[in-house]
């Protein structure tokens, strides 16, 4: 089992940037992959962006040149840096980590760009 907590999540205005923590509550060296999940207000939960324990990522086409994820193992941590940040990014973002009987999810974090 893993707990996940999301952080960083705000008001900004378009053009700008947030970073998004998700801290574990257990190592995430041997987590196979982690990912960030969006789901705007009337729209279904959307993946952003992924990231395996090789390194190997995949993100979300409205997203790739803008976002970048990453991981701190020593910390835990899984980031995910937001630039160029538009109002279609508006959202509560999700931490997501599969597991054997069922995914892992934070609580969210709320991101709001204004144009």
């Known amino acids: 089992q893993v707990q996940l907590v999301e952080s960083g999540g705000g008001l900004v205005q378009a053009g700008g940037s947030l970073r998004l923590s998700c801290a574990a509550s257990r190592s995430i060296f041997n987590i196979r992959v982690m990912n960030w999940y969006r789901q705007a207000p009337g729209k279904q939960r959307e993946l952003v962006a992924a990231?395996?324990?090789?390194?190997?990522?995949n993100y979300a086409d409205s997203v790739k040149g803008r976002f970048t994820i990453s991981r701190d193992n020593a910390k835990n941590t899984v980031y995910l840096q937001m630039n160029s940040l538009k109002p279609e990014d508006t959202a509560v973002y999700y931490c997501?980590?599969?597991?054997?009987?069922?995914?892992?999810w934070g609580q969210g974090t709320q991101v709001t760009v204004s144009s």
């Open positions: 990231l395996t324990s090789g390194g190997i990522t």
């Open positions: 997501n980590t599969p597991g054997v009987l069922g995914d892992y």
